[in-house]
């Protein structure tokens, strides 16, 4: 399920909009000029002046890896944090954020 869509910003991050039935929010990925490991995020994710999350560089497996964006967003008004993943269109320019339900198999 796509719950938001994005454009590539000026300052190499991402602007857009999440929607979903109880997020319906501006949102920008914002390139994480401070990190200090290979484990931090490459971007933190802002609604406005609040931080809403943050991005880890993915790739998929398989013959065709893909590069994404593991993302993590979170707020005292969610029952837990949302996981999703963000996948660029082929030009680059405009980006789709996925979310899919853990299935308990």
């Known amino acids: 399920m796509v719950i938001g869509t994005f454009r590539q910003g000026k300052d190499g991050g991402w602007e857009g909009r999440i929607q979903t039935l109880t997020i319906n929010t ?56 949302i996981s999703a993943a963000m996948f660029e269109s082929e030009d680059g320019k405009e980006a789709q954020l996925v979310w899919n339900r853990r299935r308990n198999d």
């Open 26 to 81: 501006n949102a920008r990925f914002v390139p994480n000029d401070n990190r200090e490991n290979e484990q931090a995020p490459v971007f933190r994710i802002f609604a406005g002046r609040s931080e809403l999350g943050a991005a880890w560089q993915q790739r998929t497996a398989g013959e065709n890896p893909r590069s994404y964006l593991s993302v993590r967003l979170d707020d005292p008004s969610l029952p837990e944090a």
